[in-house]
């Protein structure tokens, strides 16, 4: 086991309390670093040196132009060391090795997406009246705070980190305890660059220690959280104590509508890609699948071939799904498994723990579609984050938007129909931060803005509307 340390202040350090916690591989159960866990006081050291840093001269008088350059140079290293940083993640998460790649390849677009914004930071001019020249600046919201969640450690980092450092802010993340070794790796490339110390601060520990701590600092600007209701609900309270922004991304229980005028086999492909994702554990993973009475029963029988196809094993060995994160969550799944039995589900395929020689130290669960459940179920309402697909029928356009609008989330929704005007006239009902139609997901678009309705959260990550998180407006008004 290697023994990691914290970011703070361009220096690498042990929790002051010098406690340690382990991680481990959720495909065998090994422990893989032992990592500092931060408290209170370290969460209070990483905000001021990030604070000193964001008033000093130094980084008052960076120009915008080298703070792109700087993130452009983060995004070439991390293809430089893609493999050994895809590897990490694989081993840290349990996703196989082809999707963290792709993480990889999304955190450097980030990089290089923000670092082409860098200095095109724009204010406007207002005409008010003859004599009275008015306008706008853009300016830095200050010390920015970045809790990170486990199922896309790296992405997720990179997203909010290089729109908040590209827009001229100062960063303290806190990857999730489960996770953090992207996050450091991370810390090591930007200590690479010229980047002044304490714009770039990791905090690794327990949510509810450092990440509470992190939330009700009075000296943090801004918040941007990503992770379950219940978690993002708490760091908004602590962030209110302050009167301090807030940016949640929580979460959904986002549907594929497929209309029976649909290419169905492109349709069937995307609606298994959708769950099997990270197994599932993906805040926008296609977890509901509405499907027009018509062709239920033939569609549904094509996603249980496909699910039974899929290959389960370590990530590291490449297959189609890995492992769950560990034994919560997987403890977690079968208690939904129970519930849904109680609610009369009939389970076309999956439903159990998946019983493999050589996988029986790791948390892996059976590609899942559940059918026979009432949309208002428990388990047809709640976010399961596993490759599990709830099935449900309807018989006209006005039904469909009715089903997919009726959770309290509102994240993502698919929309599989051949009719152009349909497809539109479905997409203006949904109460969804991101429609897709005959697609999901467009390959991740670090260009489209990224966020929900409802429990799914508010603001919005990804594309230019991420820079509006990190800046704060300004008037003003001189008279000539």
Not at 232 to 247: F, L
Not at 347 to 362: D, I, Y
Not at 460 to 480: Q, S
Request: with cysteine; net charge negative; aromatic share 8%.
């Amino acid at each position: 086991m290697k023994k990691q340390q914290m970011y703070i202040n361009g220096e690498w350090i042990d929790s002051i309390g010098r406690d340690r916690f382990e991680t481990r591989n959720p495909a065998t159960g090994e422990s893989l670093a032992e990592i500092p866990r931060g408290k209170k006081e370290d969460v209070e050291a990483a905000v001021q040196a990030a604070r000193s840093t964001f008033e000093s001269e130094e980084w008052q008088s960076f120009p915008p132009i080298e703070r792109g350059r700087i993130l452009h140079k983060v995004a070439d290293a991390l293809r430089t060391d893609a493999e050994e940083i895809a590897l990490l993640e694989t081993l840290d998460t349990g996703k196989p090795l082809t999707q963290a790649r792709k993480d990889v390849e999304s955190a450097a677009l980030y990089f290089e997406y923000y670092a082409g914004m860098a200095d095109k930071i724009f204010g406007e001019t207002i005409p008010v009246q003859p004599g009275i020249l008015d306008y706008t600046l853009r300016e830095p919201i200050g010390v920015t705070a970045h809790i990170v969640p486990w199922n896309y450690p790296l992405q997720i980092i990179s997203r909010s980190t290089a729109a908040a450092i590209a827009t001229g802010n100062t960063v303290v993340a806190k990857p999730a305890e489960d996770t953090p070794l992207t996050a450091l790796k991370l810390a090591e490339i930007f200590d690479q660059t010229a980047l002044p110390k304490g714009v770039f601060n990791v905090v690794t520990g327990y949510g509810f220690e450092a990440g509470a701590a992190i939330s009700e600092h009075p000296d943090v600007d801004h918040i941007t959280f990503t992770g379950s209701v219940q978690t993002g609900s708490a760091v908004m309270m602590g962030a209110a104590k302050n009167v301090k922004p807030v940016t949640l991304e929580l979460g959904g229980k986002s549907p594929n509508i497929i209309f029976e005028d649909c290419d169905q086999e492109e349709a069937v492909d995307w609606v298994v890609r959708s769950i099997i994702q990270n197994a599932g554990q993906t805040c926008s993973a296609g977890s509901r699948l509405l499907v027009q009475q018509s062709i239920k029963d033939e569609f549904l029988q094509k996603v249980v071939v496909k699910m039974e196809a899929i290959q389960i094993g370590k990530g590291i060995d490449d297959s189609d799904l890995g492992p769950i994160l560990n034994e919560k969550q997987f403890s977690r799944i079968m208690e939904f498994m129970d519930v849904a039995n109680k609610e009369g589900a009939v389970f076309l395929t999956g439903g159990k723990r998946q019983e493999t020689e050589g996988l029986e130290n790791g948390y892996f669960f059976q590609p899942t579609v559940i059918d026979g459940l009432a949309p208002k179920s428990y388990v047809a309402q709640e976010e399961i984050f596993a490759p599990v697909i709830a099935a449900f029928s309807f018989e006209t356009e006005q039904q469909a938007i009715e089903l997919a609008n009726g959770t309290e989330y509102g994240l993502v929704t698919g929309v599989w129909t051949k009719d152009g005007a349909r497809a539109h006239r479905v997409a203006s009902k949904i109460r969804a931060g991101q429609v897709f139609i005959n697609n999901y997901g467009a390959g991740g678009g670090v260009q489209m803005p990224f966020g929900g309705y409802k429990k799914s959260g508010f603001g919005r990550e990804k594309g230019l509307e991420a820079l509006r998180n990190y800046t704060i407006l300004k008037n003003v008004a001189l008279k000539y």
